[in-house]
């Protein structure tokens, strides 16, 4: 046999397969003792146990077997078929639909004086560990999903996050914190009942380790590392993707339907909301953990919302899938139609994470349309109701206390808005229609009643000071350009 094995040329073959059966003997799994004879990462790894036996002289597996139960006390079975087949099956069950992954792992502290103590041991350091179990994961999971899912360390879109944890070894790093002059400071506190240690961080033991010289390793560790009884154990896992937003614009057609639940003292106050409408279907077709409406202001609960809608996008945490088909968004806007439902939803499109910001920065720039119904405690007459209307073409700069309904979450200020427009006309007896332009953030229902002075002038006060009152409200229009059409995925 040549100096190869599989991918990568070994000057020193001769010596790796003098050490491959004592290494064999110690428990170290088939992938450990590549690792240790520096084998690159490549096709040996996911080579059959044949192979790797051959390549390292050992005798055929069928002999003294390599799957014997012993766990491996280098990489503690983090490289084991089973652990790994336990991660891959609950990535696939997810079905997300993307083709790339990114893996982060995070290993009992023990695994790295393990390494060290191999490489005192066989005189050369191990591939690293955590490239190693991230190539031959990342392996099993493209030959389990038949090609379909591929590792790209930087740029993958699922982040699978893997912690292993093995109480057996926990505290093996402990002679690396008390030896003299440590530069691992650790700090005990107890939170909630249970103690927790800080300062022994992955960093801190590395960096310790690189401090120690391989006689202490073997002095107060032990070089080859012991054996184990027990293979590590996840400790946790979970599979992260950014979220997909979908925007669009809504309109309630009738009173009394919060924006987002309406919740108080754990009794729902209004029936339905906005946000669950249009979230749930869209939750049931993306899949995600979750999802978050955020519109571009907020009309209260008793206003409804007409004319084009509000502009609003769905923020959907952790999506399974991501590649819709147009019609299948259009057709949650036709259900919502068909069934009456008094939330519509128009232009819901799937739009890019950076429009988002449109809605965030339209808040201040754009202006709002509204109709009111109002009612006067008398009837205005004819010159002041011409007044009122000669003041409204021009802009009209109002001076807003924060009003006295939220003072008890908004802090107490004084606010500069304008009335970019203002209408009123005669219904009948003591009824009046209302119509308003204002700028972001007026509150309309304080400039109608004036909110015991709150707001001057108020509507109230440009009539005489006659008591008004807002019977209904409608925003008719909201003027922001969304979902944008150049921004369209
Ligand atoms: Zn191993």
Not at 254 to 270: A, C, K, L, Y
Not at 314 to 333: D, G, M
Request: contains cysteine; hydrophobic residues 35%.
């Amino acid at each position: 046999m040549s100096n190869t094995c599989a991918t990568g040329s070994l000057d020193n073959i001769d010596q790796i397969r003098a050490q491959a059966p004592a290494l064999h003997a110690l428990g170290v799994c088939a992938t450990c003792i590549l690792r240790s004879a520096q084998v690159p990462l490549g096709p040996a790894y996911f080579g059959t146990t044949d192979s790797i036996h051959q390549a390292l002289h050992l005798p055929p597996p069928s002999l003294p077997s390599l799957s014997t139960p012993v766990p491996c006390p280098i990489c503690l079975d983090t490289l084991s078929a089973a652990i790994h087949s336990q991660i891959t099956t609950a990535y696939i069950a997810e079905c997300f639909d993307s083709p790339t992954l990114c893996i982060t792992i995070e290993f009992p502290k023990s695994i790295y004086i393990r390494q060290r103590s191999l490489a005192i041991h066989t005189g050369r350091a191990p591939v690293d560990i955590k490239d190693t179990v991230k190539y031959v994961l990342g392996n099993r999971l493209y030959q389990q999903t038949d090609n379909r899912v591929r590792i790209e360390n930087e740029t993958g879109e699922v982040r699978v996050e893997v912690g292993f944890k093995h109480e057996e070894t926990a505290m093996e790093h402990q002679f690396l914190v008390d030896r003299e002059g440590s530069g691992i400071k650790t700090k005990t506190f107890r939170k909630k009942g249970v103690y927790h240690t800080t300062g022994d961080s992955k960093t801190a033991i590395l960096d310790e380790l690189d401090n120690c010289g391989d006689a202490v390793i073997r002095e107060k560790f032990a070089s080859p590392p012991p054996a184990i009884k027990l293979p590590v154990e996840l400790d946790f896992l979970n599979f992260k993707r950014p979220s997909l937003f979908i925007g669009g614009r809504y309109l309630k057609l009738e009173r009394n339907i919060s924006q987002t639940p309406f919740v108080i003292d754990g009794r729902r106050v209004t029936e339905l909301s906005v946000s669950e409408v249009i979230g749930e279907p869209i939750q049931k077709l993306v899949r995600c953990d979750a999802y978050n409406l955020v519109g571009s202001g907020r009309e209260d609960a008793d206003v409804r919302m007409l004319g084009d809608g509000r502009p609003f996008y769905l923020e959907c945490i952790n999506p399974r899938i991501k590649s819709i088909a147009p019609e299948a968004v259009s057709e949650i806007e036709n259900q919502l139609r068909e069934t009456k439902c008094p939330v519509q939803v128009r232009r819901l499109q799937v739009i890019q994470a950076a429009a988002t910001s449109i809605i965030k920065e339209g808040e201040e720039q754009k202006t709002k349309h509204y109709c009111a119904l109002v009612w006067f405690a008398r009837p205005l007459d004819e010159t002041t109701l011409c007044e009122i209307n000669r003041l409204g073409e021009a802009p009209l700069v109002l001076q807003q206390k924060t009003p006295l309904r939220v003072l008890h979450r908004r802090a107490p200020l004084t606010r500069e808005k304008t009335l970019v427009g203002l209408q009123v006309a005669h219904i009948e007896g003591h009824f009046y229609r209302v119509r308003i332009e204002s700028e972001a953030g007026t509150y309309i229902k304080e400039f109608v009643h004036g909110d015991i002075g709150r707001t001057t002038p108020s509507l109230s006060s440009l009539a005489g000071n006659i008591t008004a009152d807002i019977i209904e409200l409608d925003v008719e229009n909201v003027s922001l350009d969304f979902p944008p059409a150049s921004l369209k995925q």
